[in-house]
């Protein structure tokens, strides 16, 4: 990027990486509107830059850029209906399921280009993986929910192999101690905390480098929800993990950075710390504050 704009001016964007800011600036014609913060780190896991989405007609997601870092809880929230879920499902190309849904620009794992024509979404959404809001698990056993990726993306070679698989991502899970004794009962048997514990071993178990969670604990009671968010803590060390949530709270208790989105536009991104103590943006005030949304 060329930094030729004048500095003398004072709308001129004081943070040199906002490059949204200096797209803004420098092209009148674009209805972009600038990110402020720091949507960008060093080192980062996945890129995103310029990713717009369209339902149809619709824009529900407008030329938004940003990273998502190594070891990191990325935090996305905005009222109902802004695109959270919409830019969450780019980031494993889920949205390709909706017939109508177009996404523009330019998303990227590891430096690798997900939306290239060469990529194969399975293996995919396994380095992607996700969790819903409401937990799916499938109609199999507890082993069977855990063991499936690793079996259909050929993980393991041996059932020792796949054991041992099940094991750790159930242990990680923080599950494993609850169900040790009944891994061949149903999944669907299990309360809504331990089905949501279920669905992240299954994510995990076939060694993501990202997982992606949309409301994980909206459907959960207190007490399962704290120990999701536990869990979401302790995983941070070996994934990266984004999380849209619709309580405050729990962003300010689980993440490292939060995104705040409004109408489809990436409004502001920065330490959560600062985003819910000193926002810089006006929407973004108003939103934490309570006024809006
Ligand atoms: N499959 C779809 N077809 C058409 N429009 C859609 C589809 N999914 C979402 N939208 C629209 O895109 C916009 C963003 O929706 P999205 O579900 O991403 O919002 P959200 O921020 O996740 O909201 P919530 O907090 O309620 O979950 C909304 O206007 C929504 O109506
Ligand atoms: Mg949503």
Redesign the pocket.
């Known amino acids: 990027m060329e930094l030729t704009a004048d500095m003398t001016n004072p709308a001129f964007p004081t943070l040199v990486n906002d490059i949204n800011a200096f797209e803004t600036e420098t092209d009148e014609s674009t209805s972009t509107n600038a990110t402020v913060g720091e949507p960008f780190v060093e080192n980062p896991r996945m890129t995103c830059r310029d990713v717009a989405?369209y339902?149809?007609e619709?824009c529900?997601?407008n030329t938004i850029s940003i990273d998502v870092g190594r070891n990191e809880v990325l935090a996305m929230i905005?009222?109902?209906?802004?695109?959270?879920?919409?830019?969450?499902?780019c980031l494993n190309r889920m949205n390709d399921t909706?017939s109508?849904?177009r996404v523009e620009g330019d998303i990227r794992l590891d430096g690798m280009n997900i939306y290239d024509p060469s990529v194969d979404v399975v293996p995919l959404r396994a380095s992607v993986g996700m969790v819903f809001q409401k937990p799916n698990p499938f109609p199999k056993s507890i082993f069977d929910n855990v063991a499936y990726g690793p079996k259909i993306h050929g993980l393991t070679s041996t059932k020792e192999e796949l054991s041992y698989v099940v094991e750790t991502s159930l242990t990680k899970a923080g599950l494993w101690n609850e169900v040790k004794d009944r891994l061949h009962e149903p999944g669907t048997g299990l309360s809504g905390g331990q089905q949501q514990r279920l669905c992240i071993a299954r994510a995990i178990a076939v060694s993501p480098e990202v997982i992606l969670m949309?409301?994980p604990c909206s459907a959960l009671d207190p007490i399962a929800t704290a120990k999701v968010e536990e869990l979401i803590a302790e995983l941070r060390e070996q994934f990266s993990i984004v999380i849209?949530t619709?309580a405050m709270q729990q962003a300010a208790r689980v993440s490292q950075r939060t995104a705040y989105?409004h109408l489809?536009d990436l409004v502001e991104v920065g330490p959560t710390e600062r985003i819910f103590t000193n926002p810089r943006h006006q929407l973004t005030e108003d939103y934490i504050t309570g006024r809006f949304g």
Do not use: N
Not at 78 to 89: A, M, N, Q
């Open positions: 989405v339902y149809g619709k529900a997601i905005g009222p109902s209906g802004c695109g959270k879920s919409t830019f969450l499902r909706v109508s849904c949309d409301e849209v619709h989105f489809g």
